[in-house]
């Protein structure tokens, strides 16, 4: 971070992007842990010939992952311009 921001301005910068990483962090965790725990009764529903369970441990969670990436890196860099810190 650069040296001149203060240091009020470098704590308000650190708690949005932790909040972001939390934010980031859970819905990492929701996807890789809980859903695949609930395949079984997900596998109950059909969508394109595919049981829901399958397609989430096969393919969605993998296509929510690489959305998250270029979400998160889009709200850092909202985050970063807001107090000035952005890359150019």
């Known amino acids: 971070m650069s040296d001149n ?6 704590e308000a910068h650190w708690s949005k992007t932790k909040n972001l990483m939390l934010i980031t962090l859970a819905i990492w965790a ?8 609930f395949v079984v009764p997900m596998n109950n ?4 010939g595919f049981p ?4 989430m441990a ?3 969670s993998l ?8 979400w998160f890196a889009a709200r ?3 985050i970063d311009e807001e107090f000035g810190v952005a890359e150019d």
Not at 5 to 10: G, L, N
Not at 30 to 37: A, D, E, P, T, V
Not at 52 to 55: D, I, M, Q, R, T
Request: proline share 0%.
């Open 5 to 10: 921001i203060s240091r009020e301005v470098a």
């Open 30 to 37: 929701f996807f890789s842990f809980f859903i695949h725990f």
């Open 45 to 48: 529903i059909v969508i394109l």
């Open 52 to 55: 829901l369970g399958f397609y």
């Open 58 to 60: 096969a393919q969605g």
């Open 63 to 70: 296509i929510v992952f690489v959305v998250l990436i270029f």
């Open 76 to 78: 850092q860099n909202a």
